[in-house]
């Protein structure tokens, strides 16, 4: 028997994200733990969903115009006034 | 016994500000404008990618939140409220643009193949510590690959994993179920993650 029980995989890869935000109950997380001890394409999976996250949180915050804030104030300064 | 509020006013950092600007001070509107500009032009730039379209984007959302703001009950926080504003912005913008057409994205396509072709260890780029991996470019190449979404899913993922929102917090703004939110979520970070797998698998 093929070890690597692809329902289960499927139905797995299905929660990955949920899994990663702590959003399941306890006993699905144990289930999907179990699972992950004996899959490693399942921990490959895991872990390259879970360092896009993290790459994700730590892209650098954009850089505002310099001018951008004088400008914007001048605008709505302007709108303001007509409405 | 006592009837619970199901609508609760909810309280926070902005509470006391928005009182004031309701009161009639609408001088404190600056203060507002100098708390969300910066946050409000990241969340434009990786929602719209270019410079004059998130400077658009701040500029309407602050112009509604002025004409609005008398009318804004405290039902939800203040920060979700503006991003909700920010986001109708967001999508407005884009329907003016050529650019992105609405498209969805199936779970299916991402699916790992069967046993022979799946990858079988952790790549070495999933294992690193992120200050050895995330550099300059590789930021670019995540946030063109955010711009490649289609925007309901850039806008979930985008609120979610760059803004940090909740689910509870993202279903708010966007009028969405929860599990709305998630799916379109786990759909998102999957195809980002192809870009990423791409990226490093092409020398």
């Not at chain 1, 093929?2 to 935000?21: A, G, M, V």
């Not at chain 1, 394409?41 to 505002?64: F, G, I």
């Not at chain 2, 006013?9 to 001070?25: C, M, P």
Request: proline share 4%.
């Amino acid at each position: 028997m093929d070890h690597h029980d692809r329902k289960q995989c499927i139905r797995l890869f299905e929660k990955l994200s949920e899994y990663i935000d702590d959003e399941l109950d306890r006993s699905l997380c144990e289930k999907i733990e179990t699972h992950l001890k004996g899959c490693p394409p399942c921990q490959a999976c895991l872990s390259t969903l879970k360092q896009t996250v993290a790459m994700c949180r730590e892209l650098k915050a954009e850089q505002v115009p310099a001018d951008f804030s004088d400008r914007l104030r001048k605008m709505l300064l302007q709108q303001a006034r007509q409405l | 016994m006592t009837r619970k509020n199901s609508n609760p006013k909810k309280t926070d950092r902005d509470t006391a500000l928005i009182k004031s600007i309701q009161g009639g001070r609408t001088d404190l509107f600056d203060e507002l404008v100098q708390r969300y500009e910066r946050i409000l032009y990241n969340f434009s730039m990786k929602m719209c990618g270019k410079r004059e379209d998130a400077e658009d984007v701040v500029q309407d959302t602050f112009l509604n939140v002025f004409k609005y703001l008398k009318g804004f009950r405290r039902e939800t926080k203040f920060k979700n409220w503006l991003y909700r504003i920010a986001t109708s912005a967001c999508i407005k913008k884009r329907r003016k643009s050529k650019y992105a057409p609405e498209r969805e994205i199936s779970l299916d396509a991402f699916i790992p193949p069967e046993q022979a072709q799946v990858e079988q260890e952790t790549p070495l780029w999933a294992t690193l510590p992120l200050n050895q991996v995330l550099n300059e470019e590789l930021g670019r190449t995540i946030e063109e690959a955010i711009l490649e979404l289609p925007e309901k899913y850039r806008l979930v993922l985008v609120l979610r994993d760059i803004e940090g929102f909740s689910t509870e917090e993202s279903s708010q703004i966007l009028r969405l179920t929860p599990a709305n939110v998630k799916v379109r979520l786990h759909r998102a970070r999957l195809f980002l993650r192809e870009q990423l797998k791409s990226y490093f698998q092409d020398p």
